[in-house]
């Protein structure tokens, strides 16, 4: 599913919220011993992940979650350069990135358990059935289990969590089912600005022929990422 902006991050009677992260949206399955890592979009990659492919040996078979690719740094901040970096390596390159920047998949939706089909369960249901996946089988890295709340505080808590890379929230209705390319979530983003300067060249018109520069231009710009979710 995919998720619409909402200008203010309120939680509503019947939704739970999820931290929204700094990462790379990405579906993974398990279907006799073969694992597919993929983008939202289709793209396969789980050769540049070699470290969440042979994590997938926890997982029960014909399991299938929907969840972010992340990196944190030594300082405990989610490094999305780093996780970047390491789409362009394969082989060799790749089994090195991830013993010196390894990924986390932080799972927050179960598709598929053990050949059962979740996607038309309600959100609270396949919420629980996630839980229990990772309860029962003691999952450990790479895997990761997002927080969830229905509460209030604890969402405003999500939205201090600027200084370690978290982007916001994402708020999920408890009786929804999961809807492939539907945009049936909401998001609220946080948005943070800081001064740059910029060189910046005003041409003037043909008839003057000169060309004047400022060389000190200063805006703040808010940050802005290209997302998934």
Request: hydrophobic share 40%; proline share 7%; aromatic share 10%.
């Amino acid at each position: 599913m995919l998720s619409t902006p909402v200008p203010e991050p309120s939680l509503q009677p019947g939704c739970a919220a999820e931290p929204k992260w700094d990462g790379f949206r990405a579906l993974v399955s398990v279907d006799a011993g073969r694992v597919v890592l993929r983008s939202r979009r289709g793209s396969e990659m789980g050769p540049s992940f070699p470290e969440v492919v042979a994590g997938a040996v926890q997982l029960p078979d014909a399991t299938a979650m929907d969840g972010e690719l992340v990196v944190w740094d030594a300082a405990g901040r989610l490094a999305f350069e780093r996780l970047q970096n390491r789409l362009a390596r394969h082989g060799a390159g790749a089994a090195r990135a991830a013993e010196e920047w390894p990924a986390h998949f932080v799972a927050f939706d179960l598709l598929r358990r053990s050949g059962t089909d979740t996607t038309s369960w309600p959100y609270r249901r396949r919420r629980a059935a996630l839980e229990s996946v990772f309860a029962a089988r003691r999952l450990s890295a790479p895997w990761a289990l997002c927080p969830s709340t229905t509460e209030a505080d604890v969402v405003r808590e999500w939205l201090t969590w600027a200084s370690v890379g978290m982007e916001g929230v994402v708020f999920k209705r408890l009786n929804d089912a999961y809807r492939p390319s539907v945009r049936g979530w909401e998001k609220y983003k946080v948005r943070e600005t800081s001064e740059a300067i910029f060189p910046v060249k005003f041409l003037c018109s043909v008839r003057r022929a000169r060309a004047l520069t400022d060389e000190t231009f200063v805006s703040a710009v808010p940050r802005q990422r290209v997302r998934r979710r």
